[in-house]
Each structure stands twice: as structure tokens, then as C-alpha cells.
């Protein structure tokens, strides 16, 4: 079952670029991949906010053109791209939750587990702050938002997003979802569709730094908490364990993830975002260790 899924989306992928070559989109010319290489075909399971954000559309076009890979992008919460990769159908990872990420690799699912770049999350709401969060600690601004009653979107996914506003609500002593009061929206939808439904409901929401700011032209929400050391926002590369999956493209895998930590590649994600938005939307951390994150 879990190898027929994979197969479907390798076979979707395909389908999907023969119909592009025969509307004539202009794909990229890439290069063949190496005679070593027995699959060019790649499956990534990443976060919506790498997709959201757009840094995906810069990278992977990047990475199909110097090596010849043809990737599968499937965008999705980090709870559910570790869920692909535990199930063998993903080749490679991007994700953001660390303590997830090191029970999968404790679980011998991962073979290799690469620090990419972070950013950060912040709290957005309406320009008034009802609920009063500004310059309060993330504890103290979830347990303000819930003592007001002030609308808030959760994206409710398991995404790493989720993950961390799951934390501030432990750390809260509070627990919405099982309440579930009018007040706390649920999505079940990525980061991007998720701001929209805030801004819709005029509602607060936690979100990583770099989708807000791809997205703010369109909303009418306020950063009003930021800056805080437990709001950072890591991202790894990690290569799901041949040894568990055989079909697993492991070469194609350690391709991707030595070339997202490239120091090339590391210096456009250096860049992205700052001729549009006047800073980075993410921060290169591949020469660095976790433990000089904090983590």
C-alpha cells in the first residue's frame, strides 16, 4: 500500500510533465543525470511555508537544472511530511520542528539530518490588539488572547507551525482545541490559506516570518509580537533511511540535500526576499550546529 502510493506520485509527476511539454511550457533545460544515478525521479516533503513563500520556486528549478533530477514537491505540515517519509513515501525532507524531527531520526526513519536555515514566528492580528499582546512574551499573549476571547485561527495540521502554537498553549495552561470556543478557528489549511481566514475573521495567528511577509500586500493584519528567543523558527534536510524503504531514491536525496547546504545555494537564501520585502525572509545555518541555534 504504502509503495503504491509512492508510485502514485511518481506517476502523477510524470503525467503532469508530458501534459506541460505539450501545452508548451517553457521547463527548464536541465542536465542529465549522471549514468550512476538509476532514478531521476525525487519525491520532497516539505512545509507549506518553503512553498508559500516562495523560496521552493527559486530552489528546485535551481536544483533540477544542475543535476537532472525531476522533483515531486509536496507541500504539506511537517507532521505530515515526517508521516511520508516514516511510510517511505518521500525520499527527502524539509521541515521545522526539531523535537519531531529527532524522534523520526530516533525511530531510525532518517539516515542523514542536515541544518539548513531558520527565520522566525511571529503573532499577527488586527491593527487594534484587542486581547493586548503587544510586547508581551508568547505565553503570556496566548493566555491573553484567550482570557479576551479574541478570535484566533490555529492551523490545527500537526505542521511545525501547529507544533509550536500547541507549545505556547501548554506553556499557557490553556487548551482551546478540546474546548473549542466560538473564538478558536480551526483550518486544517496551510500557512498561507490559514493568514487569509485571520484576516477574514480579523483574527490573531502564529506564523513564520517569511509567509506573512509574501502574503502581507493581500492582508490586513499587524506583526505585533516578535523577536523573542522561543519564537525562532529552525528548518533541516533530512534523508529518509534506505534501509527502511527500498525504493527510496537516496542517492537523489543526499543530491538535494548537499545542494540545499551548498554555500551557493546558501547565499540565495541569503538573499531571497530582500530586493522585494527589505530583508530575508530566511537566515543560511548550514555552518552552523544546532547547538548554536539554542536547540
Known amino acids: 500500500m504504502k509503495l503504491t502510493t509512492r ?9 503532469l510533465a508530458i501534459a506541460l511539454t505539450a501545452c508548451g511550457s517553457a521547463a527548464p533545460t536541465v542536465a542529465l543525470v ?20 516562495g523560496l521552493l520556486d527559486v530552489l528546485v528549478p535551481m536544483f533540477e537544472a544542475q543535476t537532472g533530477y525531476v522533483v515531486q514537491t509536496i507541500a504539506v505540515g511537517t507532521g505530515e511530511a515526517l508521516k511520508m517519509g ?19 531520526m530516533d525511530g531510525g526513519f532518517g539516515k542523514d539530518r542536515m541544518l539548513v536555515m531558520h527565520n522566525d514566528f511571529i503573532i499577527v492580528g488586527p491593527a487594534d490588539d484587542p486581547a493586548g499582546i503587544k510586547d508581551l512574551g508568547p505565553k ?8 479576551a476571547g479574541a478570535n484566533f485561527v490555529s492551523r490545527g495540521d500537526d505542521s511545525g507551525t501547529h507544533k509550536k502554537e500547541v507549545s505556547f498553549w501548554k506553556k499557557a495552561e490553556k487548551d482551546p482545541a478540546t474546548e473549542k470556543p466560538e473564538w478558536f478557528i480551526e483550518t486544517g489549511q496551510g500557512m498561507g490559506a490559514s493568514l487569509t481566514v485571520a484576516s ?14 509574501a502574503n502581507k500586500a493581500n492582508l490586513q493584519l499587524e506583526v505585533l509580537l516578535e523577536g523573542n528567543n522561543a519564537l525562532l523558527n529552525v528548518y533541516h534536510v533530512i534523508t529518509v533511511n534506505p534501509d527502511k524503504w527500498l525504493a527510496v531514491n537516496y542517492e537523489g536525496a543526499m543530491a538535494f540535500a548537499k545542494f540545499i547546504t551548498d554555500p551557493a545555494t546558501q547565499a540565495i537564501i541569503a538573499e531571497f526576499g530582500v530586493e522585494k ?11 552552523k550546529t544546532d547547538a548554536d541555534l539554542g536547540l
Open 140 to 147: 503570556d499573549a496566548f493566555l491573553a488572547i484567550y482570557n
Open 200 to 213: 477574514e475573521k480579523q483574527a490573531y495567528i502564529l506564523t513564520d516570518r517569511a509567509t506573512f511577509l
Open 86 to 104: 516514516e511510510e517511505g513515501n518521500a525520499d527527502v525532507l524539509l521541515v521545522h520542528a526539531p523535537s519531531s524531527e529527532v524522534t523520526f
Open 7 to 15: 508510485n502514485f506520485l511518481l506517476t502523477f509527476g510524470l503525467i
Open 34 to 53: 549522471t549514468e550512476s544515478s538509476a532514478n531521476p525521479n525525487l519525491i520532497l516533503a516539505t512545509t507549506t511555508s518553503t512553498q508559500d513563500s
Open 277 to 287: 520585502f527589505g530583508q530575508p525572509l530566511f537566515y543560511p545555518d548550514a555552518d
